[in-house]
């Protein structure tokens, strides 16, 4: 089976930097997806890594190292409405996406 | 709008009864999942449709059960229903990798 770990919570003031790191253990890794999720809300997809190395969109960065298995979700400039769950999940060979428990990130002013 | 639709969006009802939700994938997509998230808690996936074939089965309950038709939207059929199912019972779609959550469909049961 996958099983994933990320801490369970982070509180940062507007306009910080935060990591949100993800352990993995798994057989059959394809790739790792990072999703945001707010409260009530569906997730939605923010990034994918298959590949090693640091994937850039906008304020949001997502690093891959598949030797170590381990990611990170980096957030930049956070403004309030970065405030939600953040989920890394592991893409797999048998076409499965098993997702960690979820990062709650907050955002204070 | 992730162009993923489910239907209802509310469903309340009681222990012992049976409930089918709905979902309508994106244009163009062919694969459907469906995924149960009780309160604070992760994304558990359930199963994975491609193009009408169940391809991926996860932690999915034998009193549950899924289909894809021609048309390629999903049902998902829940039966014999527990106090423990109520949750928010999502599906996506996808075509390339990254998959397209719809809104949702949040169970009570009662």
């Known amino acids: 089976g996958q099983s994933l770990e990320q801490p369970s919570e982070v509180t940062a003031v507007e306009g910080a930097i935060v990591q949100i790191n993800c352990t993995y253990q798994t057989s059959g890794f394809y790739g790792l997806s990072w999703y945001q999720q707010h409260d009530g809300g569906a997730p939605t997809f923010l990034s994918y890594n298959a590949l090693d190395g640091l994937e850039e969109t906008g304020r949001f960065s997502s690093f891959l190292s598949r030797s170590d298995s381990y990611g990170y979700l980096l957030l930049q400039e956070l403004q309030m409405k970065d405030s939600a769950s953040y989920f890394c999940?592991?893409?797999?060979?048998?076409?499965?996406?098993?997702f960690g428990a979820g990062t709650t990130v907050t955002v204070r002013a | 709008d992730s162009g993923v639709t489910q239907t209802p969006k509310h469903l309340i009802t009681a222990t012992g009864q049976r409930v089918t939700l709905r979902c309508s994938p994106r244009?163009?997509?062919?694969?459907v999942y469906w995924y149960q998230q009780s309160l604070d808690q992760g994304l558990q996936f359930l199963i994975q449709y491609y193009n009408g074939e169940e391809r991926a089965k996860g932690n999915i309950l034998e009193r549950f059960s899924a289909q894809q038709f021609p048309d390629l939207h999903s049902e998902l059929n829940l039966s014999s229903l527990e106090l423990g199912d109520s949750a928010l019972y999502f599906c996506?779609?996808?075509?390339?990798?990254?998959?397209?959550f719809g809104p949702g469909t949040r169970l009570t049961v009662t």
């Open positions: 996506a779609s996808s075509s390339s990798g990254e998959q397209y």
């Open positions: 999940a592991v893409r797999t060979a048998d076409y499965k996406l098993s």
């Open positions: 244009s163009g997509d062919l694969s």
